[in-house]
């Protein structure tokens, strides 16, 4: 029979068809659950899975294209994130094109963090050191848990390792960071649509466990209350430190460096006896402020000998410039009124340990860093019997846990104290 209709009518009558076709084609899709298949790689068998999904949600007309993610180790690793794609696809989710490199990707999710400058500055060291030189090349869909669990063991065996190839091998704790790191990428990689599921949050993963973390943590080098009493003697009386204040409220208030740094005469309330710590210097630019690591303020008691030491270091500042002794000027400021490097403090406290090594009486004084001298202070009050609450709220630790973990090294002392005033008690002494 001859075909009816001229050729134009004829050719309209087959692209119909075609779309009709079309259109069955992508309903079957719509309603297809999606396919798990195995392939062959260097490494052994690999899986992968493949579903149909809208080239864009929000333009149904655009149609659909096929999704594929691989390099799973198991069929049933393929399957659980088939079934996470699924569920994204049911939600009219938008499934991104080529997949990023970790490294291209890590600059990218470092760049949309809102955090303290310190904070994302280690967050870029860690991938700097870490992460990038190992890892980075690679498609953030094709690292499977298997391949950073040898990144891990990598590191603890030979640390960094990059075109200078600089460190040694890694503690657990400095290895843990970086995973946190690595999976917080990850994490977000997952919301971009990147992968569907988490590889370094799988078992198979193996980061380093707190036990692990526990058992190399350093001991903190502490002085005793002799030990520091005698060095801040020194410190005042003979070497006529012109730094000696600092050190002391440091000493005497647990309080942080950046944040001594930034108090201002007007957080010195004489009549109550209290300082307030609303600020603290910024590491990252240390010309700047911010908030203190908490993000609270906190009000602490200090004692007549500390007021004592503040109110000698003001007159000494005033004798420079009144400007200098004015409510808003920082207390621990420069000769012109602006705020200390952290760093150079830091220095410049490692520079007088040298100097009081060299006393007879204190050559055998452990070495204790500036931050050390934090930690004196908390675990003299700890050893005292002063209640773990009152040195959290001294500290400005967040939590209780942050500051029982820190000076676990304490809780001996403190039983013993506790069993012996409990029998005192008992005893009627």
């Given at each position: 029979?001859?075909?009816?209709?001229?050729?134009?009518?004829?050719?309209?009558?087959?692209?119909?068809?075609?779309?009709?076709?079309?259109?069955?084609?992508s309903?079957?899709?719509?309603?297809?659950?999606?396919?798990?298949?195995?392939?062959?790689?260097?490494?052994?068998?690999?899986?992968?899975?493949?579903?149909?999904?809208?080239?864009?949600?929000?333009?149904?007309?655009?149609?659909?294209?096929?999704?594929?993610?691989?390099?799973?180790?198991?069929?049933?690793?393929?399957?659980?994130?088939?079934?996470?794609?699924?569920?994204?696809?049911?939600?009219?989710?938008?499934?991104?094109?080529?997949?990023?490199?970790?490294?291209?990707?890590?600059?990218?999710?470092?760049?949309?963090?809102?955090?303290?400058?310190?904070?994302?500055?280690?967050?870029?060291?860690?991938i700097?050191?870490?992460?990038?030189?190992?890892?980075?090349?690679?498609?953030?869909?094709?690292?499977?848990?298997?391949?950073?669990?040898?990144?891990?063991?990598?590191?603890?065996?030979?640390?960094?390792?990059?075109?200078?190839?600089?460190?040694?091998?890694?503690?657990?704790?400095?290895?843990?960071?970086?995973?946190?790191?690595?999976?917080?990428?990850?994490?977000?990689?997952?919301?971009?649509?990147?992968?569907?599921?988490?590889?370094?949050?799988?078992?198979?993963?193996?980061?380093?466990?707190?036990?692990?973390?526990?058992?190399?943590?350093?001991?903190?080098?502490?002085?005793?209350?002799?030990q520091?009493?005698?060095?801040?003697?020194?410190?005042?009386?003979?070497?006529?430190?012109?730094?000696?204040?600092?050190?002391?409220?440091?000493?005497?208030?647990?309080?942080?460096?950046?944040?001594?740094l930034?108090?201002?005469?007007?957080?010195?309330?004489?009549?109550?006896s209290?300082?307030?710590?609303?600020?603290?210097?910024?590491?990252?630019d240390?010309?700047?402020?911010?908030?203190?690591?908490?993000?609270?303020?906190?009000?602490?008691?200090?004692?007549?000998?500390?007021?004592?030491?503040?109110?000698?270091?003001?007159?000494?500042?005033?004798?420079?410039?009144?400007?200098?002794?004015?409510?808003?000027?920082?207390?621990?400021?420069?000769?012109?009124?602006?705020?200390?490097?952290?760093?150079a403090?830091?220095?410049?406290?490692?520079?007088?340990?040298?100097?009081?090594?060299?006393?007879?009486?204190?050559?055998?004084?452990?070495?204790?860093?500036?931050?050390?001298?934090?930690?004196?202070?908390?675990?003299?009050?700890?050893?005292?019997?002063?209640?773990?609450?009152?040195?959290?709220?001294?500290?400005?630790?967040?939590?209780?846990?942050?500051?029982?973990?820190?000076y676990?090294?304490?809780?001996?002392?403190?039983?013993?104290?506790?069993?012996?005033?409990?029998?005192?008690?008992?005893?009627?002494?």
């Amino acid at each position: 029979m001859a075909p009816r209709g001229t050729p134009a009518e004829r050719a309209a009558d087959a692209a119909e068809t075609s779309q009709k076709a079309q259109a069955r084609r992508s309903r079957t899709r719509r309603r297809g659950r999606g396919s798990i298949q195995s392939y062959q790689t260097a490494a052994g068998k690999r899986w992968r899975y493949q579903i149909w999904v809208p080239v864009d949600p929000e333009q149904p007309d655009l149609g659909e294209k096929k999704f594929s993610r691989g390099g799973f180790s198991t069929a049933a690793d393929a399957d659980a994130a088939l079934q996470d794609a699924l569920k994204r696809r049911d939600q009219q989710e938008k499934f991104g094109g080529k997949v990023p490199t970790l490294g291209v990707y890590a600059d990218a999710w470092v760049e949309g963090l809102k955090l303290a400058d310190s904070t994302i500055a280690g967050y870029n060291k860690i991938i700097r050191n870490h992460l990038r030189p190992q890892l980075g090349h690679y498609p953030l869909d094709k690292l499977t848990p298997t391949r950073i669990a040898r990144h891990y063991r990598d590191l603890e065996q030979h640390g960094r390792k990059d075109e200078q190839d600089k460190g040694g091998p890694l503690s657990a704790n400095t290895v843990h960071k970086a995973h946190v790191v690595l999976g917080a990428i990850l994490d977000a990689a997952i919301e971009d649509g990147h992968i569907a599921t988490n590889p370094a949050k799988r078992k198979a993963a193996k980061a380093p466990t707190t036990s692990q973390m526990r058992a190399e943590k350093p001991e903190l080098v502490t002085w005793t209350a002799d030990q520091l009493a005698a060095f801040l003697a020194w410190d005042r009386d003979e070497l006529q430190d012109e730094l000696f204040a600092l050190w002391w409220v440091i000493a005497n208030t647990g309080m942080r460096r950046s944040e001594a740094l930034a108090l201002k005469w007007s957080d010195v309330n004489i009549k109550t006896s209290q300082v307030s710590i609303r600020r603290a210097i910024n590491t990252e630019d240390w010309t700047k402020t911010k908030t203190t690591k908490t993000g609270n303020a906190r009000v602490i008691d200090v004692d007549a000998a500390t007021l004592k030491a503040i109110a000698s270091y003001k007159v000494a500042r005033a004798e420079l410039s009144f400007e200098l002794a004015r409510a808003d000027a920082y207390i621990f400021g420069d000769d012109d009124g602006q705020p200390r490097s952290p760093d150079a403090m830091t220095s410049r406290w490692d520079r007088r340990l040298k100097w009081a090594v060299k006393v007879k009486r204190f050559e055998h004084l452990p070495r204790v860093t500036l931050k050390g001298l934090r930690h004196t202070h908390a675990t003299i009050l700890m050893e005292l019997g002063v209640p773990p609450k009152v040195v959290q709220e001294r500290l400005g630790h967040s939590t209780i846990t942050t500051t029982m973990n820190i000076y676990s090294h304490v809780t001996p002392t403190m039983q013993k104290n506790a069993v012996d005033r409990f029998a005192s008690r008992l005893a009627g002494t």
